[in-house]
């Protein structure tokens, strides 16, 4: 069983704070990482993809990789109230069909005023 | 921008009920995918399809079935509705590699079973 792996929270952060959200996969054969927002009672969208291991900025974003401890983590600089939502990760692997993403449970965020 | 629609926001279904859901997505997409998502179990993946007519099996098919008769269109399949499929489902849309898996969802249907 492929597994991605995210710790529920919530994780409380002030405003203005780094919020450091983490992930780790099982299957080593993951290329691409994803990091996608749900606010409550609405859909995924993507915030962040990774497919190399270091750092990728975007913004008050940073995803970082690292294939070799197989783990993946979201930084949100300067947190805003309306960054409070539940993150998933995500990890791609292959079928015959080519795509296949598996998500974590999520890690639900709240930032305090 | 892509567009992946969901016919229904909200349904309320008796037991025993067919029921519909309905998806369309406008980017020419090759993949689409129907999750369900439910507090605690995060997003466990139905059915997908690579190709017109083509399915697959996800981690919980078990009392759906899918249809995918044109490339936009990908139906999800109650054929006899139970309590235990009350649930948030959502439909998801993507290119085939090379293209980088991500996915597009739509607003999502959460269906109520009584």
């Known amino acids: 069983q492929k597994e991605v792996e995210q710790n529920s929270g919530p994780l409380s952060v002030p405003e203005g704070a780094i919020a450091s959200l983490n992930c780790t996969y099982s299957?080593?054969?993951?290329?691409?990482f994803f990091w996608y927002r749900q606010y409550s009672g609405k859909s995924p969208e993507l915030i962040m993809s990774?497919?190399?291991?270091g750092d990728k900025e975007d913004g008050r974003f940073t995803a970082q990789l690292n294939k070799a401890s197989q783990y993946v983590s979201l930084l949100i600089r300067d947190s805003q109230p309306s960054d409070s939502a539940t993150y998933l990760c995500?990890?791609?692997?292959?079928?015959?069909?080519?795509?296949?993403?598996?998500f974590g449970g999520g890690t639900r965020l709240m930032v305090k005023p | 921008d892509v567009k992946v629609t969901q016919s229904s926001r909200y349904l309320v279904k008796r037991t025993g009920e067919k029921v519909f859901l309905e998806c369309v997505q406008d980017?020419?997409?090759?993949?689409m995918f129907w999750y369900r998502q439910d507090p605690g179990l995060g997003l466990r993946l139905i059915y997908f399809?690579?190709?017109?007519?083509?399915?697959e099996k996800g981690d919980i098919p078990e009392g759906y079935s899918v249809s995918r008769e044109k490339k936009e269109r990908f139906s999800l399949i109650l054929e006899s509705a139970s309590t235990n499929q009350t649930s948030m489902y959502l439909c998801?849309?993507?290119?085939?590699?090379?293209?980088?898996?991500?996915?597009?969802f739509g607003e999502g249907s959460r269906l109520t079973v009584l």
């Open positions: 998801a849309s993507s290119f085939s590699p090379p293209g980088t898996g991500e996915l597009f």
């Open positions: 299957d080593r054969g993951s290329q691409s």
């Open positions: 990774i497919y190399s291991n």
């Open positions: 995500a990890a791609r692997g292959y079928n015959n069909a080519g795509n296949m993403l598996t």
């Open positions: 980017m020419d997409h090759e993949n």
């Open positions: 399809s690579y190709d017109v007519k083509m399915k």
